[in-house]
């Protein structure tokens, strides 16, 4: 089981909000076009943060950009629909499919067999909530039907799950290195990650 200090979870709290704001400030800047790093945000703050507060921080957060950027930033309202309370349970699954994975967490390679299929059950669950809300629920498709749903999961589901192992990679990279690095000035210390 991963289990942190209370800095360390600040800390990467922190990062984690830092992270959001970057990568979806896209809708107000243009200097950089990093890809939205909010599904492995969710994610991540289930494995790392053992409060449920911050999910409640993280969706309002979410909103809280997304709405800026549409009110001020000049970005269009397509997506800002009745689907996009399907968002909550979306995140929350990413959320709870990284709050099951800490509880299984151990510092071997044997821990990539439980993050494959957290990632991959939250991953799932998450794009069903959020492409078939809006799909199905947004108002914008005039005619919905579950084949041509499937052709746009088939379509743009890949896109979504290569941005999230970039990001992950990134955090399985520096978990592993800050690991490595406790465990040389604590040897006994290996499962706080």
Same mark, same amino acid.
């Given at each position: 089981m991963l289990t942190l200090s209370i800095r360390n979870q600040m800390a990467i709290g922190l990062l984690l909000v830092s992270l959001m704001i970057l990568t979806r400030s896209h809708h107000?800047?243009?200097?950089?076009?990093l890809a939205d790093a909010s599904w492995v945000i969710f994610f991540l703050a289930g494995v790392y943060?053992?409060?449920?507060?911050? #999910? #409640?921080?993280?969706?309002?957060?979410?909103?809280?950009?997304?709405?800026?950027?549409?009110?001020?930033?000049?970005v269009s309202d397509f997506c800002i629909t009745p689907a996009y309370v399907f968002l909550l349970p979306a995140y929350a699954s990413l959320w709870l499919a990284g709050r099951w994975y800490a509880k299984q967490y151990q510092f071997t390679w044997h821990t990539l067999a439980p993050l494959s299929l957290s990632v991959i059950a939250g991953l799932i669950l998450c794009e069903l909530f959020s492409s078939g809300g809006f799909y199905f629920?947004?108002?914008?498709?005039?005619?919905?039907?579950?084949?041509?749903?499937?052709?746009? #999961?088939?379509?743009?589901?890949? #896109?979504?799950?290569?941005?999230?192992?970039?990001?992950?990679?990134?955090?399985v990279v520096m978990h592993t290195l800050f690991t490595l690095?406790?465990?040389?000035?604590?040897?006994r210390n290996t499962t706080t990650g």
């Amino acid at each position: 089981m991963l289990t942190l200090s209370i800095r360390n979870q600040m800390a990467i709290g922190l990062l984690l909000v830092s992270l959001m704001i970057l990568t979806r400030s896209h809708h107000f800047a243009s200097v950089h076009n990093l890809a939205d790093a909010s599904w492995v945000i969710f994610f991540l703050a289930g494995v790392y943060l053992r409060s449920a507060w911050p #999910l #409640l921080g993280f969706f309002a957060l979410s909103w809280w950009l997304d709405f800026a950027a549409y009110t001020w930033g000049g970005v269009s309202d397509f997506c800002i629909t009745p689907a996009y309370v399907f968002l909550l349970p979306a995140y929350a699954s990413l959320w709870l499919a990284g709050r099951w994975y800490a509880k299984q967490y151990q510092f071997t390679w044997h821990t990539l067999a439980p993050l494959s299929l957290s990632v991959i059950a939250g991953l799932i669950l998450c794009e069903l909530f959020s492409s078939g809300g809006f799909y199905f629920f947004s108002g914008r498709i005039a005619e919905t039907s579950f084949s041509e749903f499937g052709e746009q #999961l088939i379509k743009y589901f890949p #896109l979504y799950i290569e941005t999230f192992v970039f990001y992950l990679g990134i955090a399985v990279v520096m978990h592993t290195l800050f690991t490595l690095i406790i465990y040389q000035f604590n040897p006994r210390n290996t499962t706080t990650g």
